[in-house]
């Protein structure tokens, strides 16, 4: 049995935690709740650095239950914590070797070379003290460093949070790539969605030490009964693939099952695949096609659901074509006016795309 | 040097010998000690602690008086130590380290202790994350990262035991060549009335006190930069 499976207790004073949870061999599986929710506490009970009750097998070995308890450091996984944590007394390169050097010569699968390429390392080795290095570039040796003990599992808690917008904008695409070329379950703690909407496939979401939700990343993001998608930036996720480019407006076409959208230009190669975000906020509805408007992305589709926000708002699911999904946030007034009901064919006007 | 007899030279060298076999000592037991005391939370610790700074209070004279009871012929540590045929300690040099060890123990287990707790847990974690089992953990992480800690408990436990004099007048008394060290021949002086012989010794001390409590805050100084 691949993946992970896991069920942990704890009582505390204050806080309990009851998680229970899958995630898949592959992909990244992120946990995603409030803080106070339990989540970096439920990774650290992954990783063995917590010891509660529970039972816990990752790709069939069991690394917890009643009667075993695998110590961190027997456990094959990558952890890469909020702050970067370098080992302040060794070089860079020395952080970087410290796990590579622990494990035995038939399981280093993953060299020095390689990680120094996909994080682009090179300039780093080559300033040998951690403390010259700025906090995303520490973060990435921390990474390297978790990657090079050739880990069946990565664990990354909040890996961004301690790092300023520009050092997430340099640390993003890596951990894109990484998500593309690595062939191990991730899992992936945070808080924040557009984080989650960018790098996740799954989720789990938390509430209170519990598990409350967990599935894909499309459909659990569609459903209008778990907070994810109450909240001011909720919104669906779109995967969609290039489709063409329009030099003269400056435009570029994205192409998904069910239909096109127009977003600024986008200088990626045609065919390419790209994770384009639709906040609920930017979409408004239309009941007959709209001849004369400024919107260009107008997409034809059914409403699946429809549940009542506040006193208010109204959020709506809307299906395009077999299985996209797209969330609407409009008035109680508007769908009154308008007449909204279940299964009706309506135009969803989208305002604004935000590629990933 | 005309003012120092072979005496006043055995005991500088004597001193230097208990000063570095009990620095060694210290450190051995003190590190254990100090990583315990870092990261325990039983109730008992408080206790321990507490244990541990006594030395820092009491009067080197009560220290002395119940050691010398303690490892005396009546004494249950003196008992043991016949029973292991390995004679008697009081007015010997073993005798002396373990008032020394005794005396200067605070001295080397808090800077220690002090340099373990500022590591904190993460760095530890870190490290058992990339395999490094609990030993591993120590060598390779704990004792790298409180180094400023181990250099400042070599120095205060070296100093402090060529500084002693009463748990070794208690302990030791007054035996030429056996255990009469820097601090007993300076006050044997003066009782004698060589103030000179008696002014040599206690101002060789002073400079050398000075120059080593200088070096350690030259050295405290460096560290405290590295580690912003």
């Not at chain 1, 009941?287 to 429809?306: D, K």
């Not at chain 1, 006193?311 to 007449?339: E, F, H, P, W």
């Not at chain 2, 870092?38 to 050691?67: D, Q």
């Not at chain 2, 990262?145 to 002693?164: C, M, Q, Y």
Request: glycine share 8%.
């Amino acid at each position: 049995m691949n993946g992970i499976q896991a069920r942990f207790r704890m009582q505390l004073e204050g806080f309990a935690l009851d998680a229970n949870f899958e995630a898949p061999a592959t992909g990244v599986t992120a946990l995603f709740g409030p803080s106070g929710s339990g989540k970096t506490t439920l990774l650290r009970c992954v990783a063995g650095l917590e010891r509660v009750a529970g039972k816990l097998q990752v790709n069939g070995e069991i690394w917890q239950d009643e009667n075993s308890f695998m110590p961190t450091h027997n456990r094959p996984l990558g952890y890469v914590f909020q702050e970067a944590s370098l080992f302040p007394h060794l070089s860079v390169r020395a952080n970087l070797e410290y796990g590579y050097k622990r494990i035995a010569v038939l399981e280093q699968k993953v060299q020095l070379d390689h990680v120094v390429e996909w994080l682009g390392l090179g300039s780093l080795i080559e300033r040998g003290d951690p403390a010259k290095l700025s906090g995303g570039e520490r973060q990435r040796v921390a990474i390297g460093r978790a990657l090079l003990t050739s880990p069946r599992i990565l664990l990354m808690d909040e890996p961004l949070s301690a790092l300023d917008a520009n050092s997430k904008q340099e640390i993003l695409p890596y951990l894109e790539r990484l998500h593309r070329e690595l062939n191990i379950p991730v899992l992936y703690v945070s808080h924040a969605m557009d984080e989650v909407a960018r790098l996740a496939d799954h989720l789990v979401l938390l509430e209170k030490g519990r598990v409350i939700a967990s599935g894909g990343l499309h459909e659990t993001l569609a459903r209008l009964d778990l907070p994810t998608a109450h909240f001011d930036d909720a919104g669906a996720v779109i995967e969609a693939q290039l489709a063409e480019q329009d030099e003269t407006y400056h435009l570029t076409c994205i192409d998904f099952a069910g239909g096109e959208l127009w977003v600024g230009k986008v200088d990626r190669p045609l065919g390419s695949l790209v994770r384009a975000r639709v906040l609920a906020r930017d979409v408004s509805i239309a009941t007959e096609m709209p001849h004369s408007s400024s919107i260009s992305n107008i997409l034809e589709g059914q409403i699946s659901e429809i549940r009542d926000e506040g006193v208010d708002k109204v959020m709506l699911c809307i299906t395009i074509g077999a299985q996209q999904v797209l969330l609407s946030r409009i008035t109680r007034r508007s769908r009154d006016q308008l007449g909204l009901s279940l299964g009706q064919q309506v135009f969803a006007q989208v305002k604004s795309v935000a590629l990933m | 040097m005309t003012m120092l007899d072979s005496s006043d030279l055995q005991s500088i060298w004597l001193t230097l010998k208990l000063a570095s076999v009990t620095t060694v000592v210290l450190l051995l037991i003190a590190t254990p000690l100090a990583w315990w005391l870092a990261n325990s939370s039983k109730w008992y610790k408080s206790i321990a602690s507490a244990l541990v700074a006594l030395p820092l209070v009491l009067p080197p004279s009560v220290l002395g008086f119940y050691l010398l009871l303690l490892l005396g012929p009546h004494g249950a540590v003196g008992a043991l130590t016949q029973a292991l045929h390995l004679g008697r300690l009081p007015f010997t040099f073993a005798g002396l380290v373990v008032g020394s060890v005794v005396f200067s123990l605070p001295f080397a287990v808090q800077p220690i202790q002090n340099a373990f707790e500022a590591i904190g847990k993460r760095p530890l974690e870190v490290a058992a994350t990339l395999r490094a089992n609990m030993w591993d953990r120590f060598m390779s992480v704990a004792l790298p990262l409180a180094r400023p800690g181990f250099i400042t408990a070599t120095i205060l436990a070296f100093a402090h035991t060529v500084g002693e004099f009463g748990v070794v007048l208690m302990l030791g008394g007054n035996i030429d060549g056996e255990t009469r060290v820097l601090s007993v021949a300076i006050y044997n002086h003066v009782e004698a009335m060589e103030l000179e012989a008696a002014h040599l010794l206690a101002g060789g001390m002073v400079l050398f006190s000075f120059l080593v409590l200088l070096a350690l805050y030259l050295v405290g100084g460096k560290w405290s930069k590295v580690a912003r």
